[in-house]
């Protein structure tokens, strides 16, 4: 990240059909690196299936998705973090387990322990996932996206469950990761802690 | 190679720590094997002619047992969803997770199936046909069960459909493992022919599984 250059994201007309019933349509935005975008809307209008056509989870109906100056040879899925509002660890294994296999899987820096001291569990390290709170499992997701690095960062509802210090640690890998020229898109109902972000608004077919 | 050593480590460590279901098939294969005796009454030869039949229904059965929980987990915590964001072809994912599924729950029925034949009174030669055949069978169901186990991910609800899919196809496996494993029984047929021809099957089942599952498991998330 960084070194190639600017990178640009940028969707024309995407639409997303599911279950026979258009969720969104028509919906085009752009994004440079360096920025974030908060996607607002009410329950329903398709904030996280737009992130997931993001992430490449699924097929948007109509429109397309394109990613300028980008890692060559890869697609837009591999260049992407996706959290989504389940936080994917397996509560038998430990918390450093559990970051320490997707930061081999992802092909990230092995600093696994460096990484959990950034979002504050480095003393839980080896507890087993399961045994933590909402707010320490959204803490320990976190910590993913600090060991990995990939440019666009898709984050459904980052705040939901973080206590305040957690929020302001969120906000400061946000503008970290911007200040490195990446992008954000941010499902929201709240103020994303971040001075500034351009807003998408959603709204209901 | 260090992302599916990954999933492989992973995967063993999740089914063998507590709360995993690695045993959950070793006892059920136990279950079966013991009250079948008990069920036949106190005839030692039957035992001895049907023994190799039933340790390969026990493994069978055993085997479907865990299936489902091999995309679930993950599709229910997320990881699926990760996972497919890596670099790595889903095809390869999904044949690690596969490898990792067997290791944890089909090499201990191997593993346990001599001492269960010694229960259903066959003498050594038998239950080294036997072990060999289901070392070399329970991959292939494994394998098939993939496909399965990826269709009821996709497909809501899709658990109680898992044994119907999966049965049809497990069943030349079956019929050529137990016919191997009965060979010193019967004597009709040498071993190496119905041997073979689960050799076959196996690798057969290897390649497509993956491709299949994988395909499966991409169109289902939609």
């Not at chain 2, 490898?99 to 944890?104: D, G, P, Q, R, S």
């Amino acid at each position: 990240m960084g070194a190639g250059g600017e990178i640009r994201l940028r969707a024309t007309r995407l639409g997303c059909l599911r279950g026979g019933q258009q969720i969104f349509s028509n919906l085009s935005f752009e994004v440079a690196g360096g920025e974030a975008l908060a996607i607002v809307g009410p329950n329903g209008a398709g904030k996280t299936s737009l992130l997931r056509i993001v992430a490449g989870l699924l097929r948007p109906s109509a429109g397309r998705l394109q990613l300028a100056g980008g890692g060559p040879e890869m697609t837009l899925a591999e260049q992407v973090h996706y959290l989504g509002h389940v936080d994917a660890h397996k509560p038998a294994l430990t918390v450093a387990e559990n970051l320490g296999f997707w930061t081999r899987y992802l092909h990230g820096a092995p600093t696994a322990s460096a990484d959990l001291a950034v979002v504050g569990l480095a003393n839980l390290a080896d507890m087993p996932a399961g045994i933590l709170s909402a707010g320490q499992r959204r803490r320990l997701t976190l910590a993913r996206l600090v060991a990995i690095a990939r440019p666009i960062w898709l984050l459904d509802e980052p705040t939901a469950a973080l206590d305040a210090g957690g929020q302001e640690k969120l906000g400061e890998l946000m503008r970290g990761h911007l200040a490195g020229g990446g992008i954000i898109l941010a499902a929201t109902h709240g103020p994303l802690p971040l001075e500034k972000a351009s807003e998408l608004r959603m709204g209901v077919h | 190679m260090d992302a599916l050593a990954a999933i492989l480590v992973r995967d063993l460590r999740v089914a063998l720590r507590v709360g995993g279901g690695a045993l959950v098939g070793v006892l059920f294969f136990l279950a079966v094997v013991t009250l079948i005796p008990f069920a036949l009454g106190p005839d030692l030869a039957l035992l001895r002619r049907i023994g190799p039949a039933i340790l390969w229904l026990g493994a069978l059965l055993a085997s479907l047992l865990a299936l489902d929980r091999l995309f679930a987990d993950d599709q229910a915590d997320g990881s699926l969803d990760i996972l497919l964001t890596g670099s790595v072809p889903l095809e390869l994912v999904v044949g690690t997770k596969a490898v990792a599924h067997w290791l944890a729950t089909g090499l201990p029925l191997v593993i346990v199936s001599p001492l269960l034949g010694l229960m259903l009174n066959l003498d050594a030669r038998s239950i080294a046909f036997t072990a060999l055949t289901l070392a070399v069978g329970t991959p292939a169901l494994t394998f098939i069960g993939l496909i399965g186990a990826a269709l009821a991910v996709a497909i809501r609800r899709g658990g109680l459909l898992l044994p119907i899919l999966i049965l049809p196809p497990a069943i030349p496996v079956l019929i050529f493992g137990v016919a191997a494993a009965n060979t010193d029984v019967v004597g009709a047929v040498p071993f190496g022919t119905p041997f073979t021809i689960l050799c076959a099957l196996t690798l057969f089942s290897i390649v497509i599984g993956p491709f299949a599952a994988a395909a499966t498991l991409r169109h289902g998330l939609e």
